[in-house]
Structures are given as structure tokens and as C-alpha cells.
T-cell receptor
Framework: QQQVKQSPQSLIVQKGGISIINCAYE??????FPWYQQFPGKGPALLIA?????SEKKEGRFTISFNKSAKQFSLHIMDSQPGDSATYFC???????????FGSGTKLNVKP | DGGITQSPKYLFRKEGQNVTLSCEQN?????MYWYRQDPGQGLRLIYY???????QKGDIAEGYSVSREKKESFPLTVTSAQKNPTAFYLC??????????FGPGTRLTVL
């Protein structure tokens, strides 16, 4: 059973637009929800992360929105730029788990 | 990147051959992980290790083996039993249940 479901699989956004990627999780025990950014041929890098005690976290143009009751969280990229074109992964974990559970990834293409 | 080294960057394997992918870290992290990445399938966990001389199977361990003799090193062997090994392999480390740090990856191709 897939623990974290991510959508859409791919996304095309015009420069300056808002990119929105959604994730849903099954296990209510998860208490850490990071987003990773991956450029082609590179390893993923942490972009932003949130704990369930807050509903939103913003870092620059990147915002995570968290809905605990719906078991959903999303990444919003404001004023999207061509340099944001990459694959984005959501993930979930818990402090006494040994593993991270990753979504299937969203390939974002920001057109100039 | 940044304290995690994977080698080689590209690796070619002939049918029936075992190959070993290297992962070394200088972050002093206890936990190390191996993931396989195929297009459109995200990251799938192969093996992970929380401490030296101990490791656990992930979701797709068949056809792979690992060792953890040193804290800094977690090599992955892709055996001939892995029928479809062509993929991008990522090593990661963590100091706890929070952030995972990823290496630059090794791209394995079967000839």
C-alpha cells in the first residue's frame, strides 16, 4: 500500500504563475513532512519541511500548506521561474520510524 | 552531495555480472539508505542501516545485498539475480527521523 500519494505526475506552468503539487498520506502517526527538489542527474535536496502542529510554512517563494484532518499537504511555488523546473517529491516520516515514505514525484516545467 | 560521495557516477554491467556501488559519508550520520529511482516511479527503498553491522531490507531488496562494516560506508551490490537493474541509484544518510541527505547518485546500465 502506497503510504504517500502525490499528484499531478507532471505540471506545466508559465513563468510568474503559481505551481501547486499535492500529497496525501495514510498513516496518522506521521509527524514530519518534507519536500525535496531534484534536478536531472542529481540527488534530491531538501526544499522545505513542516510538522503537523502548524497549518502553513513559508520560505521565500515556497509554501507548504498542511491539512491534518484531511491528511493532505501541498507545495505552492509562487512566481514560478524556469529555474524551478525540476522534479519535486513529498515525503513523510515519524520520529520512531526507520524509514521515509516518498511520493512518486511531480515533474515541473516552468515555461519562459 | 555535501559530505556524501557515490562512485562511480556511471556504471555498466554485463548480463550475469555482480557490481558494487560505493557510498561514503563524512557527516557522522548513523543511518544510511539505498534507493532506486526509475522514471515516473519515485524513490523506492532497497536497504537501510541504522547502525554499524546491522541493516534491514526495504521494499525492493531482492537481487541486492549490502554491508555496513564502518559507519562511513554502505556499499550496495547489485547481483545477477536482479533481472532489471538499469536505474539511477541514490544513497542517503540521516542523523535521525528528520532530514535525509542524498548523494549525487550512480546511473547503472545493463549492456
Amino acid at each position: 500500500q502506497q503510504q504517500v500519494k502525490q499528484s499531478p505526475q507532471s505540471l506545466i506552468v508559465q513563468k510568474g504563475g503559481i505551481s501547486i503539487i499535492n500529497c496525501a498520506y495514510e498513516n496518522t502517526a506521521f509527524d514530519y513532512f518534507p519536500w525535496y527538489q531534484q534536478f536531472p542527474g542529481k540527488g534530491p535536496a531538501l526544499l522545505i519541511a513542516i510538522r503537523p502542529d502548524v497549518s502553513e510554512k513559508k520560505e521565500g517563494r515556497f509554501t507548504i500548506s498542511f491539512n491534518k484532518s484531511a491528511k493532505q499537504f501541498s507545495l505552492h511555488i509562487m512566481d514560478s521561474q524556469p529555474g524551478d523546473s525540476a522534479t519535486y517529491f513529498c515525503a513523510a516520516s515519524k520520529d520512531n520510524f526507520n524509514k521515509f515514505y516518498f511520493g512518486s514525484g511531480t515533474k515541473l516545467n516552468v515555461k519562459p | 552531495d555535501g559530505g556524501i560521495t557515490q562512485s562511480p557516477k556511471y556504471l555498466f554491467r554485463k548480463e550475469g555480472q555482480n557490481v558494487t556501488l560505493s557510498c561514503e559519508q563524512n557527516l557522522n550520520h548513523d543511518a544510511m539508505y539505498w534507493y532506486r529511482q526509475d522514471p515516473g516511479q519515485g524513490l523506492r527503498l532497497i536497504y537501510y542501516s541504522q547502525i554499524v553491522n546491522d541493516f534491514q531490507k526495504g521494499d525492493i531488496a531482492e537481487g541486492y545485498s549490502v554491508s555496513r562494516e564502518k559507519k562511513e560506508s554502505f556499499p550496495l551490490t547489485v547481483t545477477s539475480a536482479q533481472k532489471n537493474p538499469t536505474a539511477f541509484y541514490l544513497c542517503a544518510t540521516s542523523s535521525g527521523p528528520w532530514e535525509q541527505f542524498f548523494g549525487p547518485g550512480t546511473r547503472l546500465t545493463v549492456l
